[in-house]
């Protein structure tokens, strides 16, 4: 699988499997799935692994730690996220998670991007994960603490990178306006974008997407499919966009691109994650998977062959805008 590396020499295949179904995304994920779709991963020649305390309260860190502790340790590129500290709640005997995630509420998530709870999340996702060192740790979602995370989150992450507990540092968050302030002004090495340059929309072309290639920032892109609107070859009435339901106009706007894939011999979810990597700042895609059966489906999709004409019949209908390739 061809690589890119990132400034620090960091390398990232082209695929990546995301860790949120491994913490039980909206469901549980059993132990066979999540074992089917690291090995499917491993053995299509996927090296890069994303995770985050917030996925699950910590389920996904130690489950995917445990899944590849048999791997050999320089083999692979190992993701995860710091900024939502993970709180004790030693009374929730009981309770489920609030967040999204099929497991007790052991913990509540607390957004402290200090540096203190910086150092604390990342020695405590070590833990979790089994590992000595971390490939890339991004600040998870600093959307309204520019101040603290700019600052005392990216210094944090700084002195783990000059102490080579880390290798690479970033961002990771569902805008492309802050990512692009942090490409700017703070010296970090990655951003991973939620859903804000698909095949649907494209806003980081405005801003994220020039400043990473101005700074040599790599940019991972995640959220591909708009968290399911572009997961089918056609879309469903009640699809979702951004975890909510979609809004009528977006989904006729899909179902308009679906007919113009169906035209060049692909369909809406192979077009979804080839697009996800024709910009030359995007470094490689992740993809949050349940089982081996979705790796699978999503690599495929990524090295099929699409008509380079489908591009542009999407210019030419206005489905896409002029330039957006860089």
């Known amino acids: 699988m061809p690589v890119a590396r990132l400034r620090t020499g960091t390398p990232l295949t082209r695929f990546g499997l995301g860790g949120a179904q491994l913490g039980n995304l909206g469901r549980i994920t059993t132990d066979e799935q999540a074992r089917s779709a690291v090995d499917t991963a491993w053995d299509r020649g996927s090296r890069l692994f994303d995770t985050a305390p917030h996925y699950g309260l910590g389920y996904s860190e130690q489950r995917l730690g445990a899944l590849l ?6 083999e692979f590129v190992l993701s995860t996220k710091a900024g939502r500290t993970l709180v004790p709640q030693p009374h929730a005997d009981g309770q489920l998670d609030d967040g999204g995630f099929a497991v007790p509420a052991a913990f509540r998530r607390e957004f402290d991007f200090s540096r203190d709870a910086i150092l604390r999340g990342v020695d405590a996702s ?3 994960l089994g590992v000595d060192r971390l490939d ?7 959307d309204e603490h520019w101040d603290q995370a700019s600052t005392e989150g990216i210094g944090a992450l700084i ?3 000059d102490q080579g507990v880390v290798a690479a540092i970033g961002v990771g968050m569902n805008q492309s306006a802050l990512p692009a302030r942090f490409v700017r002004e703070t010296d970090i090495d990655v951003v991973m974008l939620a ?3 698909t095949l649907l929309e494209q806003p980081a072309l ?25 997961a089918r070859p056609r879309v469903a009435p009640d699809a979702t966009y951004d975890y909510a339901p979609a809004p009528a106009a977006l989904i006729a706007r899909a179902n308009a691109i679906a007919d113009v894939c169906e035209e060049f011999g692909t369909d809406l979810p192979t077009a979804a994650m080839q697009f996800s990597l024709r910009h030359p700042a995007v470094s490689s895609v992740v993809l949050g998977c349940r089982d081996g059966n979705q790796v699978a489906e999503g690599i495929a999709r990524l090295e099929a062959d699409v008509d380079d004409g489908l ?16």
Do not use: K, M, Q
């Not at 502790?69 to 320089?74: G, I, Q, S």
């Not at 801003?207 to 591909?224: I, Q, S, T």
């Open 159 to 161: 002195e783990l990178r």
């Open 195 to 197: 859903g804000r340059y």
């Open 311 to 326: 591009w542009d019949a999407l210019i030419t209908r206005g489905l896409l805008p002029e330039g957006v390739f860089g």
């Open 69 to 74: 502790a048999d791997r050999p340790r320089d």
């Open 206 to 230: 405005a801003d994220l997407l020039p400043a990473a290639l101005a700074h040599g920032v790599g940019v991972v892109n995640v959220g591909v499919y708009n968290s399911g609107l572009l």
């Open 126 to 128: 070590l833990e979790r």
């Open 136 to 142: 890339i740790v991004y600040l998870h979602d600093p």
